[in-house]
């Protein structure tokens, strides 16, 4: 999968872009996530039900993927069943 | 990846919010969003290769910016105050381009190379035509996709098309942008001409901030206060020419400049009388020096706010001379210093700067620049401290060499701008039988001081430096050569000594 791949949920409305990616499978509220929604969403499970919040970037401990939540949803996000994790950034004072 | 995808999100989330003012018209995100689909659908149908821009800041730069990123086709913006002959051979090396701007000027220069015009307006109307499919099409270049084109300004040579890609530019705005982080009365004055690296980001980051932008076509103090007054302005970007000249007019007609909270500036050297100045004039705002070249994306190094308040307050005069400072590296680049054979020098020592990073492109149309390990040599000289602040002394290229003992123009005219008669300098190489090259300075006098003698100042700049800086060739003009952007251009002052 390549960088700036748009992801779907299956389960909610949540949609992310691929920054960086290993080889795993990315899933949001328990599901995998897919270019195209499926004909049938899948139940959201209640253990990745967190929400997604637009423009905020997630990250796996290890900094093998990231992923921009361009649209947000009830789901959260994950890799193989581990729960990915918000970016925090120091905020920047703004420069141009 | 796609850079449109700011404005997307924008749209998403605000579409309501207004992203724009310029020349009394309020443009909301969606408005932006569905006026850049439909020029992506014009630039579609026209067949260019490349998006240009003839003209000076408006709406139409943000929709011509992402409808050039949807259409998949590189978004280059030129310089209009280029000579007739310049600008043609750059028109030349992007046809066929759909044009934007100054169609009279595009047909008399450029009438053969089979572009596409069209003035502003109608560019602007034709552009807010609905785009039927636009909701669900997909627009990809992919990452490797090139956003921007911009020419360099070719201070020693033919103009570089530098090349921003799609990935670069979204590693810069995310990795330093926090979506949706501006408060609903935020408003960001541009200044900054269209065709210069920062007019683009402070388009992008605003947009990604969910800040309001201000659009001041072209640029006057009066007309930038007024608009600081009218549009209750909290953030602004200025060169610092223009600083210098907000504040004498704010000293002589004062307006209200309370909203104003944040005050960038870059894109030069800013004189520490000019800042100090400043930021007694603006006690509220918080002042931020930013560093930054084209082919980088904008900003990789930053002088914050409470960095200036510190340098202020403080008696250490390592931390008072940070004032003068870059900054510190962004926290997505990494900045080393290196020697001519590309070593790494460590703090104190003067070298090249170096720089690598997502939003680092360091590559010209032409051929790419990094060197090992994706480093791009800036050929801007300095050195670090041990905390990490960068100072700049120059262009490597404007080294000088003096019987093998290299100089940087920045520390002597540091020395030269202490003396109370001197108000600007440059320092640069002057042939030299003996040395090869050798130390010549143009002086500007300060109004009403006598001028010193040629001794004086050989005695200053003997004293505080080494024997080897001091100036065989000394000339006192009316004022120094600046680009409009602020930049000093050495190598006229270089004409102006070698004759």
């Known amino acids: ?96 | 990846m796609n850079i449109a995808l700011l404005l997307e999100m924008a749209a998403q989330a605000a579409p309501d919010r207004v992203g724009l003012v310029c020349d009394g018209k309020r443009w909301t995100y969606g408005e932006l969003l569905c006026a850049a689909r439909g020029a992506c659908a014009l630039i579609e149908r026209s067949g260019a290769h490349y998006v240009a821009l003839l003209d000076e800041s408006s709406e139409a730069a943000v929709i011509a910016l992402f409808g050039a990123a949807l259409a998949g086709v590189p978004y280059c913006p030129l310089n209009y105050r280029l000579a007739d002959a310049d600008l043609a051979a750059l028109l030349g090396r992007i046809a066929p381009a759909l044009v934007v701007g100054d169609g009279k000027r595009v047909a008399r220069i450029a009438g053969d190379q089979g572009h596409t015009v069209l003035p502003r307006r109608e560019f602007t109307l034709q552009a807010q035509e609905p785009v039927p499919e636009a909701e669900d099409r997909e627009y990809d270049p992919g990452a490797e996709g090139v956003a921007v084109q911009l020419f360099t300004s070719g201070t020693t040579a033919a103009p570089k098309a530098a090349i921003l890609r799609h990935s670069n530019l979204l590693g810069y705005i995310l990795g330093s942008v926090e979506f949706a982080s501006a408060d609903e009365d935020d408003a960001a004055l541009v200044v900054v001409p269209p065709y210069h690296i920062a007019g683009i980001s402070a388009i992008m980051s605003s947009i990604y901030a969910g800040r309001r932008m201000v659009m001041l076509p072209a640029f006057s103090p009066e007309g930038w206060l007024s608009l600081v007054a009218g549009e209750k302005v909290t953030n602004a970007f200025v060169v610092p020419t223009m600083l210098g000249r907000i504040i004498a007019e704010q000293d002589r007609n004062p307006v209200e400049t309370g909203s104003l909270r944040a005050i960038a500036y870059g894109g030069g050297k800013m004189p520490v009388e000019v800042i100090q100045k400043a930021l007694a004039l603006f006690p509220h705002a918080g002042f931020t020096n930013a560093y930054g070249l084209t082919e980088t994306s904008s900003t990789i190094a930053l002088l914050g706010p409470d960095d200036h308040r510190a340098a202020l307050a403080s008696d250490d005069p390592k931390v008072r001379a940070r004032l003068a400072s870059l900054g510190q590296p962004l926290p997505t680049v990494e900045i080393e210093i290196r020697d001519e054979d590309g070593k790494v020098l460590g703090p104190g020592e003067h070298g090249e700067i170096y720089v690598r990073g997502e939003q680092v492109s360091g590559e010209y149309k032409e051929k790419s620049a990094l060197v090992d390990g994706g480093w791009f040599p800036t050929r801007d000289a300095g050195y670090m401290d041990e905390d990490g602040y960068i100072f700049l002394s120059g262009r490597a290229d404007d080294v000088i060499v003096r019987g093998g003992e290299n100089m940087s123009p920045g520390e002597i005219e540091d020395v030269l701008l202490t003396h109370p008669a001197i108000a600007d300098a440059c320092a640069c190489a002057v042939p030299s039988v003996e040395w090869g090259e050798a130390v010549g300075v143009a002086l500007v006098l300060r109004d009403g001081h006598l001028e010193p003698a040629v001794d004086e100042i050989k005695e200053l700049i003997r004293a505080r430096l080494r024997s080897s800086r001091v100036p065989d060739r000394i000339t006192f003009v009316a004022e120094l050569p600046y680009n409009e952007m602020g930049k000093l251009l050495r190598r006229e002052v270089k004409k102006l000594l070698g004759d």
């Open chain 1, 1 to 96: 999968m390549k960088p700036g791949t748009r992801l779907k949920s299956a389960a909610d409305d949540t949609e992310v872009m691929v920054i960086r990616t290993g080889g795993g499978t990315i899933e949001c509220g328990g599901a995998p996530m897919g270019e195209a929604k499926p004909a049938e969403p899948a139940a959201l499970n209640p253990d990745f039900s967190a929400g997604t919040l637009m423009g905020k970037r997630y990250v796996d401990a290890g900094g093998q993927y990231e992923l921009l939540c361009v649209k947000p949803g009830k789901g959260s996000l994950s890799v193989d069943g581990v729960a990915l994790i918000v970016k925090d950034a120091k905020p920047l004072p703004a420069s141009d």
